[in-house]
Nanobody
């Protein structure tokens, strides 16, 4: 099993920056892809960015050019640096890991960390 714990959320002013971190524990050697999703009140959870163990990244259109996802395999962490934050970025951000459990590929979610962009 894989357990994920996020941190780094908080309140920032529009145009500000924030770095989110996620620590993975458990069967981390079975992790295929890690990433970040977000969910605003009353809306569906949406992709922010993902990164493979080899470093390949994918970004959702709303955050392209403003966010950078990185992964430290040695420390079993994945981070998301968000710049030029806007009020529409306000959401709960969830860490995600796609991993193998025996022969089954499944996903694991963290508990989420709140990001609020407001004056």
């Amino acid at each position: 099993q894989v357990q994920l714990v996020e941190s780094g959320g908080g309140l920032v002013e529009p145009g500000g920056s924030l770095r989110l971190s996620c620590i993975a524990s458990g069967s981390i050697s079975d992790i295929i892809t890690m990433g970040w999703y977000r969910q605003a009140p009353g809306k569906q959870r949406e992709l922010v960015a993902t990164i493979t163990s080899g470093g390949r990244t994918v970004y959702a259109n709303p955050v392209k050019g403003r966010c950078t996802i990185s992964r430290d395999n040695a420390e079993n962490t994945v981070s998301l640096l968000m710049n030029s934050l806007q009020p529409e970025d306000t959401a709960i951000y969830y860490c995600y890991a796609l991993h193998r459990l025996l022969s089954t590929v499944t996903g694991a979610w963290g508990q989420g960390t709140q990001v609020t962009v407001s004056s």
